[in-house]
């Protein structure tokens, strides 16, 4: 009904986010996204949010007040978002990780400590120890999935440390508890880090990607990836890859498929947005993984052309223009962060 009543007054759905929905007002754009029942309305003019809110609560006041929060401060979704700064939006997820921290403590029943990263040096190795209690075992399961939110959205730096520890909450034992309880102590130290986001050109998107190389105990890769429009990373990626590789170019390669579904996602969701994106950038520090990406079989020694040919989908979307392949210095590469 919802979607119905906002397309009668005009709004358009994005065909790629079935919860973001545009329409023109007084020569501009004005922009809703919802998530359930809590909504985010913005145009330039403040007047046209006036109306809205007028008409949510003349359609849906029977059921109960439609309350409006304004100006420059939004808590939305366990997120502030902060546009106090010119431009610039800051998500301070600052109260969010303050409750974390501080319900751990309360469950858990000891004080945290202080760490100054987010997870040890053998993150990625799983070491051999007894399991946890089923008290230890939950408390390890919820705060994880807590630690996943966050990541996701206002905290990315602690995603590597989330990404690997969420595959253990089936079965976790006390190497594992070691490693949640350093990336706890780092968030109990970082409390009030916020992400700062701005964009520099709304027509360009940048993507870094990188790869361990056989890091898991079972020798797959690991790929890390960022997106980055301006300043601070809108999107991180960081996840084991699913299959073994026998070389870092290789894993570099698999590592660029791996994130070509929200490289292309993010293209065609802008432009459903009314903008042109004239640059869709994948960053490499691998240059034989850039050749092999560019040129496809073309480039693909003994060695790589067991490949299945869809490691090569990269190579037919820069050939039709939808993204290009650019080095980018091992020092510069920020996607790092995201796999190691």
């Known amino acids: 009904r919802f979607r119905a009543d906002l397309e009668g007054i005009g709004f358009k759905f994005n065909p790629y986010d079935s ?38 609560n003349k359609t849906y006041g029977t059921y109960g007040e439609v309350k409006c929060i304004r100006g420059k401060r939004h808590d939305y979704l366990g997120m502030v978002f902060d ?33 100054k990263t987010p997870a040890p040096a053998d993150l990625l190795e799983r070491g051999k120890s007894e399991s946890l209690d089923k008290n230890l075992a939950d408390l390890f399961h919820k705060y994880v999935m807590k630690g996943m939110y966050a990541c996701k959205r206002g905290r990315p730096d602690i995603h590597t440390a989330v990404a690997i ?53 079972d020798f797959r890769s690991h790929t890390g990836g960022t997106m980055t429009m301006g300043t601070g990373c ?44 004239n640059q869709n950038i994948l960053y490499q520090d691998n240059k034989s993984t850039i050749l092999l990406a560019e040129n496809g079989k073309r480039s693909s020694s003994q060695r790589t052309r067991h490949f299945n040919i869809r490691y090569f989908f990269i190579t037919d979307q820069i050939e039709q223009g939808k993204i290009e392949v650019n080095y980018c210095p091992t020092e510069s590469m920020t996607a790092d962060y995201m796999s190691k």
């Open 234 to 277: 809108t999107t991180t990626t960081s996840r084991k890859q699913k299959i073994n590789t026998t070389s870092s170019t290789e894993a570099e390669l698999v590592g660029a498929h791996d994130m070509l579904s929200p490289i292309l996602w993010t293209r065609l969701f802008i432009e459903a947005q009314g903008y042109t994106v």
């Open 165 to 217: 520890l969420c595959t253990r909450v089936k079965d976790p034992n006390m190497d594992d508890w070691r490693k949640f309880l350093q990336m706890m102590n780092y968030l109990n130290v970082t409390r009030q880090d916020k992400l700062y986001l701005s964009v520099d050109d709304i027509t360009v998107i940048k993507w870094h990607v990188d790869a361990s190389f056989a890091v898991h105990p």
């Open 19 to 56: 919860c973001v929905a545009n329409r023109t007002v007084r020569g501009k754009q004005h922009t809703v996204r919802f998530h359930v029942d809590d909504l985010m309305s913005s145009h330039v003019n403040p007047k046209v949010n006036d109306h809205f809110a007028v008409w949510l």
């Open 83 to 115: 546009f106090t700064i010119p431009g610039y939006c800051t998500i301070d997820m600052s109260d969010y990780i303050i409750a974390m921290c501080d319900d751990f403590v309360a469950d858990y029943g000891k004080a945290l400590g202080r760490a």
